[in-house]
């Protein structure tokens, strides 16, 4: 099945690449905007898809394996609205080890095509290198092995990530269950039409209650587990957008709402670090440490106390919004903060009673 969006902080995929006995293909054609500019098709096809380099897509152009209007094209073709884009995307195919693991699930919907998970904190999504159990993925296999209706490897072999979220934010994900559903609601991510609002809290409080966050993002030069900010469609990165709003303002940190209208690795994380706001404990961008406040021992200690309160950046994936790939309805689910992020915003609420009585 077709991954077309990335929210986790996994390596570059082996996508638009020529087929062999490991990986297999997948067609998907998409009609460009009417309002859309002329850009190079290498370019426009990179802003699209998550962790995949221009050099990839040029190889890709050049063995025919990107299409426009049913005929092969050049890296320099300036994509019109209305062109039809066909992309082949390659995806390795499905492991057959994944080991059943009893491990509870959140389960908030489920029917024949898609199945809607509210994930827990410090859970992979999927079995990787470092990761070879306890991941969402051996949990499923889990659940379905309880079900004896289901068959565990054919319904593992279908499932489709359309998207991830890192191993240590909670919230929701959905995955597709047959091969019309992936490639439905890959379709969405990839033409940004997919609702999502996370829920975070930050050190300090920005100057606006509410605004609109835009660079382009790309992996940093040096620690290569993190991502950076570049210059709003600039030549480097893929263009990044997140609406954020002030929920309540604690003076030493602040709850917010983010809202992606796309959806780039790390992407809340990295504009939250732009606008001067890190998340609350999240140890890879700075957040572990005192940001706003005081040096003093009884407000270090309490700062402390809270970062094992939420041993984790605080952030959560609050709501998601999608039309449904078989009927067509509009779906929409929410899934309520995590006992964490409740415990630390109240204890900040009950620290700030204190000082304002003080």
């Known amino acids: 099945m077709t991954t077309l969006h990335e929210d986790s902080d996994l390596e570059e995929e082996d996508i638009l690449i020529p087929e062999t006995p490991e990986v297999f293909k997948e067609i998907i054609s998409f009609q460009v905007d009417k309002g859309q500019g002329l850009l190079r098709i290498d370019k426009w096809i990179q802003q699209k898809i998550e962790y995949v380099s221009r050099q990839k897509i040029q190889t890709a152009i050049e063995e025919g394996l990107v299409l426009v209007n049913h005929k092969p094209c050049h890296s320099n073709y300036k994509i019109k609205p209305a062109d039809i884009i066909e992309l082949t995307l390659i995806k390795s195919r499905p492991q057959t080890d994944i080991m059943p693991e009893d491990i509870p699930l959140d389960i908030v919907f489920e029917d024949a095509d898609i199945i809607v998970i509210n994930k827990p904190i410090n859970m992979v999504v999927h079995p990787a290198v470092g990761n070879t159990s306890g991941?969402?993925?051996?949990?499923?296999?889990?659940?379905?092995?309880?079900?004896?209706?289901?068959?565990?490897?054919?319904?593992?072999?279908?499932?489709?990530?359309?998207?991830?979220?890192?191993?240590?934010?909670?919230?929701?994900?959905?995955?597709?269950?047959?091969?019309q559903a992936s490639v439905y609601l890959a379709k969405q991510f990839f033409n940004h039409t997919i609702e999502r609002k996370y829920l975070a809290v930050v050190w300090g409080t920005p100057l606006a209650p509410q605004g609109i966050i835009k660079t382009n993002i790309a992996r940093h030069e040096r620690f290569r587990k993190q991502f950076t900010n570049y210059p709003y469609e600039g030549e480097i990165g893929k263009t990044a957008i997140t609406h954020y709003k002030v929920l309540k303002d604690f003076h030493y940190i602040s709850f917010i709402e983010c809202k992606l209208e796309t959806g780039r690795t790390h992407q809340i994380r990295v504009h939250l670090k732009h606008l001067g706001h890190t998340l609350f404990n999240d140890f890879e961008y700075g957040g572990d440490r005192i940001l706003k406040g005081t040096i003093f021992s009884k407000y270090k200690q309490f700062v402390d106390n809270c970062f094992e309160i939420c041993p984790r950046p605080a952030l959560h994936a609050h709501t998601l919004g999608f039309i449904h790939p078989t009927t067509q309805k509009d779906m929409f689910f929410e899934a309520e903060l995590p006992l964490d992020m409740k415990t630390l915003l109240a204890k900040w609420e009950d620290y700030c009673k204190v000082k304002i009585k003080g």
């Open 135 to 179: 991941t969402l993925l051996n949990a499923l296999a889990g659940y379905y092995k309880k079900n004896a209706h289901i068959n565990v490897s054919e319904n593992l072999n279908r499932l489709g990530l359309v998207h991830r979220i890192d191993k240590n934010t909670s919230g929701l994900i959905v995955l597709a269950k047959t091969e």
